[in-house]
Protein backbone atom coordinates (compact mmCIF):
# COMPACT_ATOMS: atom_id res chain seq x y z
CA UNK A 1 0.00 0.00 0.00
CA UNK A 2 3.03 2.11 0.02
CA UNK A 3 2.39 3.55 -3.63
CA UNK A 4 -0.51 5.78 -2.76
CA UNK A 5 -0.21 8.63 -4.97
CA UNK A 6 -0.54 10.96 -1.94
CA UNK A 7 -2.18 10.85 1.37
CA UNK A 8 -5.51 11.55 0.44
CA UNK A 9 -5.51 8.96 -1.85
CA UNK A 10 -4.10 7.04 1.18
CA UNK A 11 -6.45 7.41 3.18
CA UNK A 12 -9.53 6.79 0.97
CA UNK A 13 -8.22 3.01 0.65
CA UNK A 14 -7.84 2.58 4.68
CA UNK A 15 -11.28 3.85 4.50
CA UNK A 16 -12.27 1.10 2.01
CA UNK A 17 -10.10 -1.36 4.00
CA UNK A 18 -12.11 -0.60 7.05
CA UNK A 19 -15.45 -0.63 5.42
CA UNK A 20 -14.70 -4.08 3.90
CA UNK A 21 -13.38 -5.86 7.03
CA UNK A 22 -16.69 -4.56 8.74
CA UNK A 23 -18.63 -5.43 6.79
CA UNK A 24 -17.07 -8.84 6.85
CA UNK A 25 -17.20 -9.25 10.53
CA UNK A 26 -20.85 -7.81 10.63
CA UNK A 27 -21.92 -11.15 8.14
CA UNK A 28 -20.19 -13.68 10.30
CA UNK A 29 -21.87 -12.30 13.34
CA UNK A 30 -25.40 -12.25 11.89
CA UNK A 31 -24.57 -16.14 10.59
CA UNK A 32 -23.74 -16.93 13.77
CA UNK A 33 -26.45 -15.64 15.58
CA UNK A 34 -29.21 -16.90 12.36
CA UNK A 35 -27.37 -19.92 12.81
CA UNK A 36 -28.20 -19.92 16.92
CA UNK A 37 -31.89 -19.01 16.78
CA UNK A 38 -32.67 -21.04 13.66
CA UNK A 39 -31.66 -24.62 15.84
CA UNK A 40 -33.28 -23.26 19.13
CA UNK A 41 -36.58 -22.25 16.83
CA UNK A 42 -36.26 -25.96 15.31
CA UNK A 43 -35.85 -27.48 18.60
CA UNK A 44 -38.06 -25.87 20.85
CA UNK A 45 -40.72 -24.41 19.19
CA UNK A 46 -40.04 -27.32 16.11
CA UNK A 47 -40.87 -24.84 13.87
CA UNK A 48 -37.79 -23.29 11.73
CA UNK A 49 -38.48 -20.31 9.47
CA UNK A 50 -37.63 -21.59 5.76
CA UNK A 51 -36.73 -17.59 5.55
CA UNK A 52 -33.83 -18.04 7.73
CA UNK A 53 -31.98 -20.84 5.69
CA UNK A 54 -32.44 -18.52 2.67
CA UNK A 55 -30.91 -16.13 4.43
CA UNK A 56 -28.07 -18.45 6.09
CA UNK A 57 -27.19 -19.70 2.57
CA UNK A 58 -27.56 -15.83 0.74
CA UNK A 59 -25.37 -15.20 3.97
CA UNK A 60 -22.51 -17.82 2.88
CA UNK A 61 -22.55 -16.24 -0.33
CA UNK A 62 -21.49 -12.74 1.05
CA UNK A 63 -19.15 -13.42 3.33
CA UNK A 64 -17.00 -15.64 0.75
CA UNK A 65 -17.13 -12.64 -1.34
CA UNK A 66 -16.49 -10.02 0.93
CA UNK A 67 -13.54 -12.52 2.44
CA UNK A 68 -12.21 -12.76 -1.14
CA UNK A 69 -12.55 -8.91 -1.49
CA UNK A 70 -9.92 -8.88 1.68
CA UNK A 71 -7.87 -11.60 0.53
CA UNK A 72 -7.29 -10.01 -2.22
CA UNK A 73 -6.08 -6.83 -0.51
CA UNK A 74 -3.96 -8.69 1.58
CA UNK A 75 -2.91 -10.91 -1.25
CA UNK A 76 -3.76 -14.20 0.55
CA UNK A 77 -5.46 -15.95 -2.08
CA UNK A 78 -4.60 -19.64 -2.68
CA UNK A 79 -2.22 -20.18 -5.28
CA UNK A 80 0.70 -22.74 -6.33
CA UNK A 81 3.91 -20.78 -5.04
CA UNK A 82 6.37 -23.75 -6.32
CA UNK A 83 8.72 -21.55 -9.06
CA UNK A 84 8.55 -18.39 -7.57
CA UNK A 85 11.12 -19.64 -4.74
CA UNK A 86 13.38 -20.20 -7.54
CA UNK A 87 13.22 -16.89 -9.66
CA UNK A 88 15.80 -14.50 -9.27
CA UNK A 89 14.80 -10.96 -7.84
CA UNK A 90 14.65 -9.35 -11.51
CA UNK A 91 12.38 -12.41 -12.70
CA UNK A 92 10.10 -11.72 -10.33
CA UNK A 93 9.04 -8.29 -11.08
CA UNK A 94 8.04 -9.14 -14.21
CA UNK A 95 5.82 -12.09 -13.48
CA UNK A 96 4.11 -9.74 -10.56
CA UNK A 97 3.28 -7.21 -13.45
CA UNK A 98 2.08 -10.40 -15.93
CA UNK A 99 -0.04 -11.62 -12.91
CA UNK A 100 -1.58 -8.64 -11.56
CA UNK A 101 -2.58 -7.45 -15.08
CA UNK A 102 -4.09 -11.56 -15.86
CA UNK A 103 -5.95 -10.95 -12.13
CA UNK A 104 -6.95 -7.65 -14.16
CA UNK A 105 -8.32 -9.19 -16.97
CA UNK A 106 -10.07 -12.28 -15.68
CA UNK A 107 -12.26 -10.47 -13.11
CA UNK A 108 -12.91 -7.90 -15.36
CA UNK A 109 -14.48 -10.07 -17.31
CA UNK A 110 -16.01 -11.92 -14.23
CA UNK A 111 -17.47 -8.41 -12.87
CA UNK A 112 -19.05 -7.62 -16.10
CA UNK A 113 -20.76 -11.07 -16.60
CA UNK A 114 -22.33 -11.46 -13.40
CA UNK A 115 -23.77 -7.75 -13.63
CA UNK A 116 -24.93 -9.16 -16.71
CA UNK A 117 -26.82 -12.29 -15.23
CA UNK A 118 -27.74 -9.07 -12.65
CA UNK A 119 -29.55 -7.25 -15.32
CA UNK A 120 -31.35 -9.82 -16.57
CA UNK A 121 -32.80 -10.77 -13.50
CA UNK A 122 -33.59 -7.33 -12.96
CA UNK A 123 -35.58 -7.06 -16.07
CA UNK A 124 -37.07 -10.34 -15.45
CA UNK A 125 -37.99 -8.72 -11.92
CA UNK A 126 -37.36 -12.37 -10.19
CA UNK A 127 -38.00 -13.13 -6.45
CA UNK A 128 -35.86 -14.91 -4.64
CA UNK A 129 -37.84 -15.35 -1.46
CA UNK A 130 -40.38 -13.72 0.46
CA UNK A 131 -40.35 -10.10 -1.42
CA UNK A 132 -36.65 -9.86 -2.01
CA UNK A 133 -35.48 -9.48 -5.16
CA UNK A 134 -32.46 -11.73 -6.60
CA UNK A 135 -30.74 -9.33 -8.62
CA UNK A 136 -29.69 -7.60 -5.03
CA UNK A 137 -28.95 -10.71 -3.83
CA UNK A 138 -27.06 -11.17 -6.43
CA UNK A 139 -25.09 -8.00 -6.25
CA UNK A 140 -22.30 -9.11 -4.22
CA UNK A 141 -20.44 -10.73 -7.40
CA UNK A 142 -20.57 -7.80 -9.46
CA UNK A 143 -19.30 -5.29 -6.56
CA UNK A 144 -17.09 -7.99 -5.17
CA UNK A 145 -14.97 -8.59 -8.24
CA UNK A 146 -15.34 -4.48 -9.13
CA UNK A 147 -13.33 -4.00 -5.88
CA UNK A 148 -10.85 -7.11 -6.96
CA UNK A 149 -10.40 -5.82 -10.33
CA UNK A 150 -9.54 -2.09 -8.98
CA UNK A 151 -7.41 -3.44 -6.04
CA UNK A 152 -5.38 -5.89 -8.89
CA UNK A 153 -5.19 -2.54 -11.35
CA UNK A 154 -3.46 -0.79 -7.95
CA UNK A 155 -1.13 -3.56 -7.65
CA UNK A 156 -0.42 -3.87 -11.52
CA UNK A 157 0.28 -0.55 -11.67
CA UNK A 158 2.73 -0.82 -8.43
CA UNK A 159 4.64 -3.64 -9.85
CA UNK A 160 4.88 -1.60 -13.35
CA UNK A 161 6.79 1.18 -11.29
CA UNK A 162 8.78 -1.20 -9.24
CA UNK A 163 9.68 -2.85 -12.59
CA UNK A 164 10.60 0.96 -13.94
CA UNK A 165 12.36 2.25 -10.86
CA UNK A 166 14.39 -1.51 -10.75
CA UNK A 167 15.21 -1.16 -14.41
CA UNK A 168 16.42 2.92 -13.89
CA UNK A 169 18.80 1.72 -11.01
CA UNK A 170 20.42 -1.13 -13.02
CA UNK B 1 -6.48 -23.62 -27.05
CA UNK B 2 -3.59 -26.31 -26.24
CA UNK B 3 -1.02 -23.18 -25.90
CA UNK B 4 -3.83 -20.79 -24.36
CA UNK B 5 -4.00 -23.83 -21.55
CA UNK B 6 -0.26 -24.20 -21.23
CA UNK B 7 0.23 -20.89 -20.52
CA UNK B 8 -2.42 -21.09 -17.57
CA UNK B 9 -0.30 -23.80 -16.49
CA UNK B 10 3.03 -21.69 -16.24
CA UNK B 11 0.63 -18.50 -15.08
CA UNK B 12 -0.76 -21.17 -12.10
CA UNK B 13 3.05 -22.66 -11.40
CA UNK B 14 4.16 -19.05 -11.00
CA UNK B 15 2.10 -18.32 -8.56
CA UNK B 16 -1.25 -16.31 -10.31
CA UNK B 17 -4.16 -17.09 -7.54
CA UNK B 18 -5.66 -20.56 -8.23
CA UNK B 19 -9.24 -19.20 -8.79
CA UNK B 20 -7.96 -16.78 -11.68
CA UNK B 21 -6.73 -19.40 -13.28
CA UNK B 22 -9.90 -21.93 -12.84
CA UNK B 23 -12.37 -18.88 -13.62
CA UNK B 24 -10.26 -17.85 -16.88
CA UNK B 25 -10.35 -21.72 -18.19
CA UNK B 26 -13.90 -22.34 -17.56
CA UNK B 27 -14.99 -19.33 -19.26
CA UNK B 28 -12.35 -20.11 -22.32
CA UNK B 29 -14.39 -23.43 -22.51
CA UNK B 30 -17.68 -21.72 -22.40
CA UNK B 31 -16.49 -19.27 -25.19
CA UNK B 32 -14.86 -21.81 -27.14
CA UNK B 33 -18.14 -24.04 -26.91
CA UNK B 34 -20.67 -20.64 -27.85
CA UNK B 35 -22.01 -20.69 -24.22
CA UNK B 36 -23.07 -17.22 -22.49
CA UNK B 37 -20.74 -16.64 -20.09
CA UNK B 38 -22.82 -15.07 -17.76
CA UNK B 39 -23.18 -19.00 -16.79
CA UNK B 40 -20.26 -18.24 -14.62
CA UNK B 41 -21.54 -16.05 -12.62
CA UNK B 42 -24.81 -18.36 -12.49
CA UNK B 43 -22.82 -21.18 -11.28
CA UNK B 44 -20.87 -18.98 -8.89
CA UNK B 45 -24.18 -18.15 -7.33
CA UNK B 46 -24.82 -21.39 -6.65
CA UNK B 47 -22.88 -21.14 -3.63
CA UNK B 48 -25.75 -19.83 -2.08
CA UNK B 49 -27.60 -22.82 -2.70
CA UNK B 50 -26.14 -25.22 -0.83
CA UNK B 51 -27.64 -25.72 2.57
CA UNK B 52 -24.48 -27.23 3.86
CA UNK B 53 -21.89 -25.01 2.86
CA UNK B 54 -22.44 -23.13 6.30
CA UNK B 55 -20.26 -25.19 8.17
CA UNK B 56 -17.28 -24.09 6.27
CA UNK B 57 -16.85 -20.73 7.46
CA UNK B 58 -18.79 -21.67 11.22
CA UNK B 59 -16.26 -24.51 11.93
CA UNK B 60 -13.37 -22.03 10.42
CA UNK B 61 -13.85 -19.49 12.88
CA UNK B 62 -14.47 -21.68 15.76
CA UNK B 63 -10.92 -23.15 14.72
CA UNK B 64 -9.60 -20.12 14.99
CA UNK B 65 -11.01 -19.13 18.12
CA UNK B 66 -9.50 -22.19 19.79
CA UNK B 67 -6.27 -21.38 18.50
CA UNK B 68 -6.41 -17.61 20.05
CA UNK B 69 -7.04 -19.11 23.38
CA UNK B 70 -5.11 -21.52 26.08
CA UNK B 71 -7.26 -24.28 24.68
CA UNK B 72 -3.87 -25.77 23.30
CA UNK B 73 -1.97 -25.63 26.13
CA UNK B 74 -5.36 -27.36 28.47
CA UNK B 75 -5.49 -29.85 25.36
CA UNK B 76 -2.13 -31.02 26.40
CA UNK B 77 -2.28 -31.20 29.82
CA UNK B 78 -5.29 -33.47 29.21
CA UNK B 79 -3.58 -35.75 27.42
CA UNK B 80 -0.53 -35.44 29.72
CA UNK B 81 -2.57 -36.39 32.94
CA UNK B 82 -3.70 -39.30 31.06
CA UNK B 83 -1.31 -40.71 28.44
CA UNK B 84 1.86 -39.78 30.13
CA UNK B 85 2.22 -42.66 31.78
CA UNK B 86 2.76 -44.80 29.06
CA UNK B 87 6.83 -45.08 27.45
CA UNK B 88 7.18 -42.66 25.02
CA UNK B 89 4.82 -41.11 26.57
CA UNK B 90 5.41 -37.60 25.91
CA UNK B 91 5.43 -38.15 22.02
CA UNK B 92 1.92 -40.28 22.27
CA UNK B 93 0.67 -37.08 24.23
CA UNK B 94 1.68 -34.84 21.25
CA UNK B 95 0.30 -37.20 18.27
CA UNK B 96 -2.74 -37.59 19.95
CA UNK B 97 -3.48 -33.87 21.09
CA UNK B 98 -2.39 -32.80 17.51
CA UNK B 99 -4.75 -34.74 15.58
CA UNK B 100 -8.12 -33.97 18.17
CA UNK B 101 -6.76 -30.61 17.61
CA UNK B 102 -6.30 -30.83 13.98
CA UNK B 103 -9.93 -32.43 13.10
CA UNK B 104 -11.44 -29.31 15.22
CA UNK B 105 -9.29 -26.54 13.36
CA UNK B 106 -9.02 -28.06 9.80
CA UNK B 107 -5.45 -28.82 8.92
CA UNK B 108 -4.41 -25.12 8.09
CA UNK B 109 -1.43 -24.99 9.59
CA UNK B 110 -2.65 -23.70 13.08
CA UNK B 111 -1.90 -26.98 14.35
CA UNK B 112 2.07 -26.61 14.00
CA UNK B 113 1.61 -22.87 15.04
CA UNK B 114 -0.54 -23.45 18.20
CA UNK B 115 0.35 -26.71 19.39
CA UNK B 116 4.13 -27.22 18.08
CA UNK B 117 5.03 -24.25 19.83
CA UNK B 118 4.55 -25.88 23.14
CA UNK B 119 5.29 -29.74 22.38
CA UNK B 120 8.94 -29.01 20.68
CA UNK B 121 10.54 -27.60 23.06
CA UNK B 122 8.91 -29.75 25.80
CA UNK B 123 9.66 -32.55 23.19
CA UNK B 124 13.38 -31.55 23.72
CA UNK B 125 13.73 -31.09 27.61
CA UNK B 126 12.50 -34.82 27.99
CA UNK B 127 15.20 -35.99 25.88
CA UNK B 128 13.58 -36.54 22.42
CA UNK B 129 16.38 -36.51 19.17
CA UNK B 130 15.87 -33.52 17.42
CA UNK B 131 14.98 -34.79 14.45
CA UNK B 132 12.45 -36.79 15.58
CA UNK B 133 10.84 -33.92 16.96
CA UNK B 134 10.97 -32.07 14.23
CA UNK B 135 9.22 -34.74 11.77
CA UNK B 136 6.54 -35.67 14.80
CA UNK B 137 5.44 -32.16 14.73
CA UNK B 138 5.49 -31.76 11.27
CA UNK B 139 3.55 -34.49 10.73
CA UNK B 140 1.11 -34.25 13.25
CA UNK B 141 0.21 -30.68 11.85
CA UNK B 142 -2.08 -32.89 9.44
CA UNK B 143 -2.77 -35.75 11.29
CA UNK B 144 -6.27 -35.84 11.92
CA UNK B 145 -8.06 -34.95 8.67
CA UNK B 146 -9.99 -37.79 8.47
CA UNK B 147 -11.10 -37.33 11.97
CA UNK B 148 -14.62 -35.40 12.63
CA UNK B 149 -15.48 -32.45 12.05
CA UNK B 150 -12.32 -31.49 9.66
CA UNK B 151 -13.55 -29.08 6.96
CA UNK B 152 -11.51 -31.30 3.91
CA UNK B 153 -14.21 -34.12 5.41
CA UNK B 154 -16.79 -31.30 4.90
CA UNK B 155 -16.18 -30.30 1.64
CA UNK B 156 -15.45 -33.33 0.26
CA UNK B 157 -19.42 -34.36 0.96
CA UNK B 158 -20.64 -31.11 -0.27
CA UNK B 159 -18.72 -31.38 -4.03
CA UNK B 160 -20.19 -35.22 -4.39
CA UNK B 161 -23.17 -34.13 -3.21
CA UNK B 162 -23.68 -31.71 -5.58
CA UNK B 163 -22.86 -33.99 -8.47
CA UNK B 164 -26.02 -35.61 -7.95
CA UNK B 165 -24.73 -38.68 -8.27
CA UNK B 166 -26.86 -42.73 -7.93
CA UNK B 167 -25.50 -43.28 -4.97
CA UNK B 168 -25.34 -40.73 -2.65
CA UNK B 169 -22.43 -39.50 -0.05
CA UNK B 170 -23.47 -37.54 3.14
CA UNK B 171 -21.50 -35.50 5.34
CA UNK B 172 -22.39 -37.57 7.87
CA UNK B 173 -21.12 -40.86 5.95
CA UNK B 174 -17.52 -39.21 5.71
CA UNK B 175 -17.63 -38.50 9.52
CA UNK B 176 -17.92 -41.87 10.37
CA UNK B 177 -15.41 -43.57 7.20
CA UNK B 178 -12.69 -41.53 8.25
CA UNK B 179 -12.47 -42.63 11.97
CA UNK B 180 -10.61 -46.08 11.43
CA UNK B 181 -8.15 -45.23 9.16
CA UNK B 182 -7.89 -41.81 11.41
CA UNK B 183 -7.15 -44.61 14.06
CA UNK B 184 -4.67 -46.97 11.62
CA UNK B 185 -2.09 -43.36 11.22
CA UNK B 186 -2.65 -42.84 14.41
CA UNK B 187 -1.76 -45.94 16.16
CA UNK B 188 1.64 -46.74 13.27
CA UNK B 189 2.74 -43.04 14.37
CA UNK B 190 2.23 -44.36 18.05
CA UNK B 191 4.35 -47.57 17.45
CA UNK B 192 7.32 -45.68 15.28
CA UNK B 193 7.65 -43.10 18.45
CA UNK B 194 7.96 -46.06 20.35
CA UNK B 195 10.10 -48.02 18.60
CA UNK B 196 12.58 -45.11 17.84
CA UNK B 197 12.76 -44.39 21.66
CA UNK B 198 12.48 -47.73 22.76
CA UNK B 199 15.91 -47.40 24.65
CA UNK B 200 15.81 -43.86 25.80
CA UNK B 201 12.02 -43.04 26.50
CA UNK B 202 10.83 -43.52 29.96
CA UNK B 203 7.45 -42.55 30.62
CA UNK B 204 7.04 -39.07 31.67
CA UNK B 205 5.73 -39.90 34.93
CA UNK B 206 3.12 -42.59 36.89
CA UNK B 207 -0.96 -42.23 36.38
CA UNK B 208 -1.82 -40.12 38.92
CA UNK B 209 -5.64 -39.31 39.60
CA UNK B 210 -4.50 -35.92 41.05
CA UNK B 211 -3.19 -34.36 37.62
CA UNK B 212 -6.16 -36.33 35.67
CA UNK B 213 -8.21 -34.36 38.19
CA UNK B 214 -6.64 -31.30 37.83
CA UNK B 215 -6.54 -31.05 34.11
CA UNK B 216 -10.09 -32.00 34.06
CA UNK B 217 -11.30 -29.09 36.33
CA UNK B 218 -8.81 -27.04 33.82
CA UNK B 219 -10.56 -27.94 30.85
CA UNK B 220 -13.97 -28.47 32.18
CA UNK B 221 -15.91 -25.99 30.32
CA UNK B 222 -14.27 -27.47 26.98
CA UNK B 223 -14.59 -31.00 27.62
CA UNK B 224 -18.37 -31.26 26.53
CA UNK B 225 -17.92 -29.91 23.37
CA UNK B 226 -16.83 -32.79 21.55
CA UNK B 227 -18.89 -34.80 23.23
CA UNK B 228 -22.14 -32.45 21.82
CA UNK B 229 -20.40 -31.55 18.30
CA UNK B 230 -19.51 -35.42 17.69
CA UNK B 231 -22.43 -37.08 19.40
CA UNK B 232 -24.88 -34.71 18.40
CA UNK B 233 -23.64 -35.22 14.78
CA UNK B 234 -23.16 -39.42 15.26
CA UNK B 235 -26.53 -39.77 16.65
CA UNK B 236 -28.22 -37.57 14.11
CA UNK B 237 -29.45 -35.50 16.37
CA UNK B 238 -28.06 -32.34 14.73
CA UNK B 239 -27.33 -31.78 11.23
CA UNK B 240 -23.96 -31.17 10.38
CA UNK B 241 -24.50 -27.48 9.46
CA UNK B 242 -25.96 -27.39 13.27
CA UNK B 243 -23.21 -28.83 14.60
CA UNK B 244 -21.20 -25.61 13.38
CA UNK B 245 -23.14 -23.32 14.76
CA UNK B 246 -23.23 -25.08 18.11
CA UNK B 247 -19.76 -25.40 17.99
CA UNK B 248 -19.22 -21.61 17.25
CA UNK B 249 -21.59 -20.69 19.75
CA UNK B 250 -19.93 -22.90 22.51
CA UNK B 251 -16.80 -22.18 21.55
CA UNK B 252 -17.52 -17.98 21.79
CA UNK B 253 -18.97 -18.32 24.84
CA UNK B 254 -16.46 -20.16 26.70
CA UNK B 255 -13.26 -18.58 25.67
CA UNK B 256 -14.92 -15.53 25.41
CA UNK B 257 -16.81 -15.40 28.67
CA UNK B 258 -15.73 -18.24 30.58
CA UNK B 259 -12.34 -18.74 30.42
CA UNK B 260 -11.88 -14.50 29.02
CA UNK B 261 -8.88 -15.57 26.98
CA UNK B 262 -9.92 -14.04 23.92
CA UNK B 263 -11.21 -10.44 24.57
CA UNK B 264 -14.18 -8.80 22.67
CA UNK B 265 -12.16 -6.51 21.36
CA UNK B 266 -9.52 -8.86 19.68
CA UNK B 267 -12.40 -10.93 18.52
CA UNK B 268 -13.36 -8.61 15.08
CA UNK B 269 -9.75 -9.45 14.22
CA UNK B 270 -10.22 -13.27 14.46
CA UNK B 271 -13.23 -13.23 12.58
CA UNK B 272 -11.81 -11.67 9.92
CA UNK B 273 -8.33 -13.58 9.78
CA UNK B 274 -10.69 -17.04 9.47
CA UNK B 275 -13.08 -15.53 7.02
CA UNK B 276 -10.30 -14.43 4.79
CA UNK B 277 -9.64 -18.15 4.55
CA UNK B 278 -13.04 -19.05 3.56
CA UNK B 279 -13.34 -16.38 1.22
CA UNK B 280 -10.12 -17.67 -0.30
CA UNK B 281 -11.45 -21.41 -0.19
CA UNK B 282 -15.18 -20.66 -1.39
CA UNK B 283 -14.23 -18.43 -4.42
CA UNK B 284 -11.98 -21.32 -5.55
CA UNK B 285 -15.13 -23.58 -5.06
CA UNK B 286 -17.60 -20.94 -6.90
CA UNK B 287 -15.16 -20.76 -9.85
CA UNK B 288 -15.03 -24.65 -9.74
CA UNK B 289 -18.44 -25.39 -9.59
CA UNK B 290 -19.14 -23.31 -13.44
CA UNK B 291 -15.67 -25.10 -14.31
CA UNK B 292 -17.06 -28.64 -13.55
CA UNK B 293 -20.37 -27.48 -15.17
CA UNK B 294 -18.10 -27.09 -18.59
CA UNK B 295 -16.56 -30.33 -17.73
CA UNK B 296 -19.42 -32.49 -17.04
CA UNK B 297 -21.36 -30.86 -20.06
CA UNK B 298 -18.77 -31.70 -22.33
CA UNK B 299 -18.55 -35.38 -20.79
CA UNK B 300 -14.91 -35.40 -20.28
CA UNK B 301 -15.01 -38.28 -17.25
CA UNK B 302 -16.66 -40.66 -19.76
CA UNK B 303 -14.00 -39.57 -22.50
CA UNK B 304 -11.00 -39.68 -19.51
CA UNK B 305 -12.82 -42.96 -18.40
CA UNK B 306 -12.22 -44.63 -21.46
CA UNK B 307 -8.81 -43.80 -22.58
CA UNK B 308 -7.96 -45.09 -19.47
CA UNK B 309 -9.91 -48.18 -19.54
CA UNK B 310 -8.26 -48.73 -22.35
CA UNK B 311 -4.41 -49.14 -20.49
CA UNK B 312 -5.61 -50.04 -17.63
CA UNK B 313 -8.15 -52.76 -17.21
CA UNK B 314 -8.17 -53.81 -13.06
CA UNK B 315 -9.16 -51.71 -10.42
CA UNK B 316 -5.78 -52.60 -8.51
CA UNK B 317 -3.33 -51.23 -11.32
CA UNK B 318 -5.85 -48.03 -11.20
CA UNK B 319 -5.75 -47.59 -7.59
CA UNK B 320 -1.50 -47.73 -7.65
CA UNK B 321 -1.85 -45.34 -10.70
CA UNK B 322 -3.96 -43.10 -8.06
CA UNK B 323 -2.18 -43.16 -5.62
CA UNK B 324 0.95 -42.14 -7.11
CA UNK B 325 -1.07 -39.10 -9.10
CA UNK B 326 -2.78 -38.20 -5.31
CA UNK B 327 0.66 -37.46 -4.00
CA UNK B 328 1.95 -35.75 -6.62
CA UNK B 329 -1.04 -33.63 -6.63
CA UNK B 330 -0.90 -33.56 -3.02
CA UNK B 331 2.57 -32.16 -3.13
CA UNK B 332 1.85 -29.22 -5.59
CA UNK B 333 -1.76 -28.19 -4.58
CA UNK B 334 -3.47 -27.76 -1.75
CA UNK B 335 -6.06 -30.16 -0.27
CA UNK B 336 -9.03 -27.24 -0.67
CA UNK B 337 -7.93 -26.80 -4.60
CA UNK B 338 -7.36 -30.39 -4.92
CA UNK B 339 -10.61 -30.97 -3.46
CA UNK B 340 -13.20 -28.86 -5.82
CA UNK B 341 -10.63 -29.86 -9.14
CA UNK B 342 -10.15 -33.01 -8.81
CA UNK B 343 -13.09 -34.70 -7.41
CA UNK B 344 -15.42 -33.96 -10.47
CA UNK B 345 -13.32 -35.55 -12.91
CA UNK B 346 -12.21 -38.16 -10.44
CA UNK B 347 -14.98 -39.45 -8.91
CA UNK B 348 -16.45 -40.63 -11.94
CA UNK B 349 -13.93 -42.75 -13.70
CA UNK B 350 -13.46 -44.14 -10.07
CA UNK B 351 -17.17 -44.99 -9.82
CA UNK B 352 -16.42 -46.69 -13.30
CA UNK B 353 -13.81 -48.95 -11.79
CA UNK B 354 -16.45 -49.59 -8.94
CA UNK B 355 -14.46 -47.82 -6.51
CA UNK B 356 -17.36 -46.50 -3.45
CA UNK B 357 -17.08 -42.90 -3.24
CA UNK B 358 -17.04 -42.54 0.30
CA UNK B 359 -14.12 -45.13 0.03
CA UNK B 360 -12.84 -42.38 -2.99
CA UNK B 361 -13.00 -39.53 -0.46
CA UNK B 362 -10.98 -41.20 2.50
CA UNK B 363 -7.74 -42.49 -0.23
CA UNK B 364 -8.17 -38.73 -1.56
CA UNK B 365 -7.66 -36.80 1.53
CA UNK B 366 -5.19 -39.75 3.74
CA UNK B 367 -3.47 -38.89 -0.11
CA UNK B 368 -3.87 -34.99 0.46
CA UNK B 369 -2.66 -35.34 4.25
CA UNK B 370 0.48 -37.16 2.92
CA UNK B 371 0.90 -34.28 0.69
CA UNK B 372 1.37 -31.48 3.33
CA UNK B 373 4.62 -32.70 4.17
CA UNK B 374 6.18 -34.18 0.98
CA UNK B 375 9.20 -32.75 -0.37
CA UNK B 376 9.59 -30.18 -1.74
CA UNK B 377 6.85 -28.45 -1.30
CA UNK B 378 4.61 -29.32 1.08
CA UNK B 379 3.08 -26.57 2.97
CA UNK B 380 3.91 -27.88 6.87
CA UNK B 381 7.38 -28.32 5.88
CA UNK B 382 7.63 -24.42 5.35
CA UNK B 383 5.76 -23.32 7.85
CA UNK B 384 7.92 -25.63 10.31
CA UNK B 385 10.83 -24.11 9.08
CA UNK B 386 9.62 -21.49 10.20
CA UNK B 387 8.15 -21.61 13.11
CA UNK B 388 11.19 -23.76 14.13
CA UNK B 389 13.69 -21.94 12.41
CA UNK B 390 14.96 -24.78 11.13
CA UNK B 391 16.61 -24.97 7.35
CA UNK B 392 13.72 -26.71 5.17
CA UNK B 393 16.37 -29.32 4.07
CA UNK B 394 16.45 -30.96 7.78
CA UNK B 395 12.63 -30.89 7.87
CA UNK B 396 12.76 -33.05 4.42
CA UNK B 397 15.20 -35.27 6.54
CA UNK B 398 13.57 -35.10 9.71
CA UNK B 399 9.59 -35.89 8.22
CA UNK B 400 11.30 -38.88 5.51
CA UNK B 401 10.72 -42.33 8.23
CA UNK B 402 6.98 -40.45 9.05
CA UNK B 403 6.50 -39.68 5.48
CA UNK B 404 6.92 -43.60 4.78
CA UNK B 405 5.09 -44.63 7.98
CA UNK B 406 1.71 -42.65 6.80
CA UNK B 407 2.69 -44.05 2.91
CA UNK B 408 2.27 -47.23 4.30
CA UNK B 409 -1.02 -46.13 6.24
CA UNK B 410 -1.92 -44.51 3.02
CA UNK B 411 -2.07 -48.10 0.97
CA UNK B 412 -3.79 -49.93 3.16
CA UNK B 413 -6.33 -47.86 3.31
CA UNK B 414 -6.35 -47.94 -0.31
CA UNK B 415 -5.89 -51.57 -0.94
CA UNK B 416 -8.21 -52.49 1.97
CA UNK B 417 -11.55 -50.76 1.68
CA UNK B 418 -13.55 -52.66 4.59
CA UNK B 419 -11.94 -50.41 7.03
CA UNK B 420 -12.90 -47.41 5.46
CA UNK B 421 -16.59 -48.64 4.95
CA UNK B 422 -17.46 -51.75 7.74
CA UNK B 423 -18.31 -49.22 10.20
CA UNK B 424 -21.30 -48.11 7.89
CA UNK B 425 -22.46 -51.36 6.62
CA UNK B 426 -21.82 -50.26 2.89
Known sequence: ?170 | MILFGLALIILALLGAPLFAIIASSAMANFYMADIDLSVVAIELYRLAEMPALIALPLFTFAGYLLGESKAPQRLVQLTDALLGWMPAGLAIVSLAACAFFTAFTGASGVTIIALGALLYPALKQAGYPENFNLGLITTSGSLGLLFAPSLPLILYGIIVQQMNLDQSVTIDDMFIAGILPGLLMLLLLIGWALYVNRKTARPLQKFAWHKVRAAVRASIWELPMPFIVLGGIYTGFFAVSEAAAVTVLYVLIVEVFVYKEVSLKHLPEVMRDSMILVGAILIILGVSLASTNYVIDADIPTKLFNTIKEFVSSKLTFLILLNIFLLILGALLDIFSALVLMIPLLLPIALGYGIDPVHLGIIFLANMQLGYFTPPVGMNLFIASHRFNKPVMQLYKATLPFFFILLFAVLIITYWPSLSLSLLGR
Open chain 1, 1 to 170: MSQAPNNQGNRLLQIIARIEDTLLVLMLSAMIILAGLQIIMRNVFQSGFTETDSLLRILVLWVGMIGAIVASRERRHISIDILTRYLSVNARRYVDVIINMFVVIVCGLLATHSLRMLLVDYAGATIAFSRVPTWLLESILPVAFCIITLRYMMFSWQSIVALIKARGQA
